[in-house]
């Protein structure tokens, strides 16, 4: 599997780089200091992940979410960042990240969620995960409004941590069609994010099989 590193902080890199190099089955394909440099590398070097920090100079770490997601849409996005902030947690989650640990996580910690985004499911550490639950307004968010029993799957899929591609895969449907189904549910519940979808759906009991 390889792992492209990005963050601007030298030191950090190369700690990622020398933990990362130790573990089985993974290799360090390269490492980048901004964002531009994340999408020359991974157009080089075709990561299977990308470990993203967030704040990085010249072009930030969600924006860069965001262009790798649409031009490398096989490439998993693992954010790796000191910040926790509710809105930060939302635009990396909804440009397509598909983990959010905080730096400071543990060797095993950042493996699991290595290889569970390089399999095509959801991770949080902790504490973002309490931050993403924790926004849940009132008991009247479980009541959702009518969907398709499509919909319903593909809600309760993305409720259970599942990205796009592997929602495709489960249901046999193409990812274009999924990312239809997604807009028409978030049409229907009226959210802009990921992150708030499954807060909504989580609250109504979905994604907990």
Do not use: C, W
């Not at 490492?31 to 299977?48: F, I, K, T, Y």
């Amino acid at each position: 599997m390889g792992v492209l590193i990005a963050d601007d902080h030298p030191m950090v890199r190369r700690g990622l780089h020398s933990l990362l190099s130790t573990l089985p089955g993974i290799d360090v394909v390269g490492e980048a200091g901004n964002g531009h440099e994340v999408m020359r590398q991974a157009a080089l070097s075709r990561p299977d992940v990308v470990v993203m920090d967030l704040r990085m100079p010249d072009l930030d770490g969600v924006e860069t979410t965001r262009r790798l997601t649409r031009d490398h849409p096989s490439v998993a996005v693992l954010v790796l960042t000191m910040f926790d902030e509710d809105a930060l947690i939302s635009e990396a989650l909804d440009a397509g990240a598909r983990g959010y640990l905080l730096k400071g996580a543990e060797q095993n910690e950042i493996e699991r969620a290595i290889r569970a985004v390089a399999a095509g499911d959801a991770i949080f550490s902790a504490t973002v995960a309490d931050r993403i639950l924790g926004r849940i307004a009132s008991p009247a968010a479980s009541a959702l409004p009518p969907l398709t029993p499509r919909e319903s799957q593909v809600l309760d899929l993305i409720a259970a941590g599942l990205a796009n591609d592997a929602i495709a895969v489960r249901l046999h449907l193409a990812p274009k069609t999924v990312g239809n189904h997604i807009s028409a549910i978030f049409l229907k519940l009226g959210v802009a994010t990921r992150s708030e979808a499954i807060v909504l759906a989580r609250d109504a009991g979905l994604g907990r099989k």
